[in-house]
């Protein structure tokens, strides 16, 4: 067996488990800095073949400072590792480091974390270390500029770390406890709603496309009339945007009004609901 000490060192330095520092440290002859390239090389073939498997289990992070606010999605593939102290450390610096380069993935991944190694190099590492698929799905930066930003987290693991995290900017300079009110409940109901876009126009075409596709499969056999059908699809599209579009959603706090009627009796005057993001872990 290597030297205990030095296995000691390069577990530091690595973060590699006791039977791989081992097991590098004979191979490479007991050289420190052989050994973590070994260990590399291992932990980035054991990653590659870790990442065609599922990973639908993580932690949604928040991050914010006075400029701007972002959210993050860091994914693993069982919630035992999301409750994981290596991984929880790893998801708070990365999402600081998210809210700093505005979600820049590129500039993320490339960058150094506090030991120095990249983004790119700590995945890989801990990947190796804990042995399960881990990845880093989507992420969002809201600005604060002429906006005020409300957050809300669901299932909440520890601090701004959750199973569902949300962020809607509302374009005003009001400062209002009723707009503080209606900002928290609004991010309450997105969480609740799943709403696909602000208004109907906001839409993705293709999920529109698909949509029509499931509703014309739907009436196909129906046995009505080509002109009764193509009314009833048109009936229903509609329905669906309207059910998907935020500001047309049925308030979730008052189910008899929508969204903009709640808006409007706020009485504030250039209110506009700029922009959101969801993040539901496994969705």
């Known amino acids: 067996m290597a030297d205990i000490e030095k296995i000691k060192k ?5 973060g590699a ?4 520092c081992s097991a590098a440290l004979l191979e490479a002859n007991g050289q420190i800095d052989k050994a973590i390239e070994i260990l590399r090389v291992k932990g980035i073939s054991r990653a590659s073949k870790k990442m065609s498997r599922s990973a639908n289990e993580g932690l949604v ?19 035992f590792v999301a409750k994981n102290n290596d991984f929880i450390t790893f998801t708070e610096e990365l999402s600081n480091m998210n809210n ?3 979600s820049d993935r590129k500039k993320l991944l490339s960058s150094k974390m506090k030991n120095g190694k990249t983004v790119d190099e700590n995945l890989l590492a801990l990947i190796s270390k804990i042995g399960e698929k881990i990845t880093i799905g989507r992420s969002k930066t809201l600005e604060k500029l002429k906006s005020q930003v409300f957050k809300y987290s669901h299932t909440v693991v520890k601090d701004n770390l959750s199973k ?16 503080k009110t209606f900002g928290k409940q609004l991010s309450m109901h997105i969480a609740a709603s799943n709403p696909l876009a602000v208004n109907i126009d906001g839409i993705n075409k293709e999920i529109l496309e ?6 014309k499969e739907e009436l196909k056999n129906s046995g009505k009339e080509e002109e009764i059908i193509k009314k009833i699809a ?12 935020l500001m047309n959603q049925q308030w979730v706090m008052e189910p008899k009004k929508k969204v903009k009627d709640i808006l409007k ?8 609901i700029k922009d959101f993001i969801r993040i539901k872990i496994g969705e």
């Open 61 to 79: 992070s928040i991050s914010e400072n006075d400029q701007k606010i972002s959210i993050i999605e860091i994914n693993c593939e069982t919630d």
């Open 234 to 245: 048109i009936g229903k599209i509609n329905k669906f945007k309207e059910d998907n579009s």
């Open 210 to 215: 698909k949509e029509q596709e499931l509703i």
């Open 10 to 14: 390069l577990r530091s330095l690595s």
């Open 17 to 20: 488990g006791f039977k791989d």
């Open 100 to 102: 700093s380069f505005s």
């Open 164 to 179: 569902l995290g949300v962020l809607v900017s509302i374009e005003t300079t009001d400062n209002s406890e009723s707009l």
């Open 265 to 272: 009796e706020l009485n504030i005057n250039n209110i506009n």
